[in-house]
């Protein structure tokens, strides 16, 4: 028979067992702890203009007859085999809205309650339907300025608060060459695939040495590590580079696990994936997936040969097998993924079955921190009368930065938004992701254990050890 004793005693083992694995055994909602003690912002940029109205799609109202006279051969259709995925709210309730029928994985992320999508977002000072500008304001985090020198996630790295100092990788970029959201920090680290990421210029066997080098052999790589020794701006550099090599070296990058999507963009998903569960530090991540220009022959759902359908699939699918991962290993609690294009397209279709550049489209957030399976920001309506102050383009009524600010203030500690957004003074939460420190409020019986043991209403991680202490000695009290 389980006794009241034996019952507290395993109250107090557990909360002995959080202050080794984890404080957030005691707040978090997912059936595993967070491996990691910080949170990680994930950015992916949609290059080349994602067309918004045929992802998060009308399916009844007026928007609905708007939206079919508008785009009459380009339609989602609202019900039957390839109609949109109906989204609902928590209660059963209808939003009116649904999402592209090849987004099923983004279906069933919003109905876990880890997706929520942000109504009419973008640039919401600067208009421009050049990809090239639009992409750059917002990698600069600076809409109408091009000459800052530096990309918001740098500066978000940069100015990042309770960094130990020890982060092997606290800023990665999954790309070819180094994102313009990085610019300007030296700790990050840009990397293609880990497989790549190597120096293996020249004949294989001189590259680095191997068990059946001659004895006294010493390879390129060696010969290189071994001339980074001073303090010049290009030792320092060359010594940078050749403990990033190292980090990526000792790491066990894997083939993608079974039953994983197998695109290009999956695997850069995975390397982020697998870079979070080694506990590498890593606090920010970005990539990009193209190819969303559809002027033409753009496609909308059904059988066969459809572009945007398969581009939908492509980008639901690889997000799916992302968060299932982390879930899997304990991990999704602390990470939240932003979804963005520089901009959205026109409500009406051209004529060469394609939309052209547009203004407002949604932004999806996903992840553990997430208050999803709601909308946020304002919805003006496809009305023609309503956009044609805006050139016939659903109109942007929430600043991308507005987004991007809540995550860094509530997730990642920010508390002064000035370096990273420059001239932005619109932080205003919508309540789009939980405080750190508070993924789930306690029973109220275990609120009032809190209280007694003098536990803050909303503990921040600067509070955790000091309440875990507090919670054993509470423990053990009742237990005398």
């Known amino acids: 028979m389980t006794t009241r004793r034996d019952f507290l005693k395993g109250t107090c083992a557990t909360a002995a067992i959080g202050a080794v694995g984890g404080p957030s055994l005691l707040f978090s909602n997912s059936a595993y702890a967070a491996a990691n003690g910080h949170d990680t912002v994930v950015h992916l940029f949609l290059r080349g203009g994602l067309d918004g109205l045929n992802l998060v799609v009308p399916i009844d109202g007026a928007d609905r007859g708007f939206y079919e006279q508008a785009r009459p051969n380009l339609a989602i259709a609202a019900t039957g085999t390839y109609g949109a995925l109906p989204l609902t709210l928590a209660s059963g309730a209808g939003t009116g809205f649904g999402l592209h029928p090849a987004a099923s994985g983004l279906r069933d992320l919003w109905n876990a309650g880890h997706l929520g999508i942000v109504h009419a977002c973008g640039l919401l000072t600067s208009v421009t339907r050049s990809h090239f500008d639009a992409q750059l304001y917002?990698?600069?985090?600076?809409?109408?300025?091009?000459?800052?020198?530096?990309?918001?996630?740098?500066?978000?790295?940069?100015?990042?608060?309770?960094?130990?100092?020890?982060?092997?990788?606290?800023?990665?970029?999954?790309?070819?060459?180094?994102?313009?959201?990085?610019l300007g920090s030296v700790q990050a680290l840009t990397m293609g695939s880990p497989s790549d990421f190597a120096l293996n210029a020249g004949a294989w066997s001189w590259q680095k040495i191997r068990p059946d080098s001659p004895a006294g052999f010493k390879g390129l790589n060696e010969t290189l590590a071994s001339l980074w020794g001073g303090s010049t701006p290009l030792e320092l550099g060359g010594q940078?580079?050749?403990?990033?090599?190292?980090?990526?070296?000792?790491?066990?990058?894997?083939?993608?696990?079974?039953?994983?999507?197998?695109?290009?963009?999956?695997?850069?998903?995975?390397?982020?994936?697998?870079?979070?569960?080694?506990?590498?530090?890593?606090?920010?991540?970005?990539?990009?997936?193209?190819?969303w220009d559809t002027h033409d022959s753009q496609g909308t759902a059904g059988s066969g040969y459809h572009y945007y359908q398969n581009k939908i699939a492509e980008l639901s699918q690889a997000l799916s097998a992302f968060y299932a991962a982390l879930d899997a290993s304990g991990h999704a609690s602390r990470v939240t993924v932003v979804v963005q294009s520089e901009f959205g397209r026109r409500v009406r279709a051209n004529a060469?079955?394609?939309?052209?550049?547009?203004?407002?489209?949604?932004?999806?957030?996903?992840?553990?921190?997430?208050?999803?399976?709601?909308?946020?920001?304002?919805?003006?309506?496809?009305?023609?009368?309503?956009?044609?102050?805006?050139?016939?383009?659903?109109?942007?009524?929430?600043?991308?930065?507005?987004?991007?600010?809540?995550?860094?203030?509530?997730?990642m500690g920010h508390t002064n938004l000035t370096p990273v957004f420059p001239g932005y003074g619109g932080y205003a939460p919508m309540g789009l992701v939980r405080d750190f420190g508070t993924l789930a409020k306690p029973a109220p019986a275990l609120q009032q254990r809190l209280r007694a043991a003098g536990a803050p209403s909303r503990p921040s991680p600067s509070d955790e050890p000091d309440l875990i202490e507090r919670l054993v000695q509470y423990a053990k009290e009742l237990i005398d």
């Not at 994936?273 to 990009?288: P, R, V």
């Not at 550049?357 to 009305?383: K, T």
């Open 138 to 182: 917002i990698d600069l985090g600076t809409p109408g300025q091009q000459g800052i020198g530096s990309g918001w996630l740098a500066r978000a790295m940069n100015a990042q608060p309770n960094l130990s100092g020890t982060e092997k990788i606290p800023a990665l970029g999954v790309a070819s060459r180094q994102p313009a959201g990085l």
């Open 240 to 291: 940078r580079a050749d403990s990033a090599l190292k980090v990526v070296a000792q790491q066990t990058y894997a083939a993608l696990p079974a039953g994983w999507p197998t695109s290009g963009f999956a695997q850069q998903l995975w390397t982020i994936a697998q870079s979070i569960q080694f506990n590498l530090g890593l606090h920010y991540a970005t990539l990009d997936l193209g190819g």
């Open 352 to 411: 060469n079955g394609g939309t052209d550049h547009g203004y407002g489209n949604p932004v999806l957030v996903l992840g553990g921190p997430v208050n999803g399976r709601r909308f946020y920001g304002s919805w003006s309506g496809l009305d023609p009368e309503i956009l044609s102050p805006h050139f016939g383009d659903v109109p942007v009524t929430t600043d991308h930065r507005r987004v991007l600010s809540e995550i860094l203030f509530k997730r």
